[in-house]
């Protein structure tokens, strides 16, 4: 402080610039993955048996059973889920994965599925958790 100023010299002003920056980038990654997050996924609770049930909701009255493969597979995509499909289609298990993750954590949202002869949904089972925390 001189004569009542604040002064900084340039080693203050870099951190403190370099500070401000690193926060903001913070802000801006957040935004930007909270943007990203599919809807079927967003805002689950922190709890994670009331997590899956949210997720396992969610799915059930967007995709009923007894819907259609395409239905299936036209809405996880549009949710950015990404498909590992067996062709030619069978009753095997079909899968859908969408990672997502923050700063600390990496956070993995699942759903398989079967389907008939005639292409139709006839079970399906979900999971979203934590793949690892730093």
Not at 12 to 27: C, D, H, K, N, Q
Not at 65 to 88: H, T, V
Not at 94 to 123: E, F, K, L, P, Y
Request: net charge positive.
């Amino acid at each position: 402080m001189i004569n009542g100023k604040i002064r900084l010299g340039w080693l203050e002003a870099f951190g403190l610039f370099g500070v401000t920056f690193l926060l903001g980038m913070l802000v801006a990654w957040n935004l930007a993955e909270r943007r990203s997050t599919p809807g079927l996924v967003r805002d689950l609770s922190a709890e994670p048996v009331a997590a899956n049930r949210q997720f396992a909701e969610r799915l059930a009255r967007a995709v009923p059973i007894g819907s259609s493969d395409d239905e299936m597979i036209e809405f996880l995509s549009a949710q950015g889920f990404k498909l590992y499909r067996r062709r030619p289609l069978t009753t095997q298990e079909q899968h859908a994965v969408h990672d997502m993750s923050n700063i600390v954590c990496a956070v993995r949202a699942n759903v398989a599925w079967r389907v008939d002869a005639s292409g139709r949904v006839t079970s399906m089972t979900s999971r979203v958790g934590e793949e690892g925390c730093w």
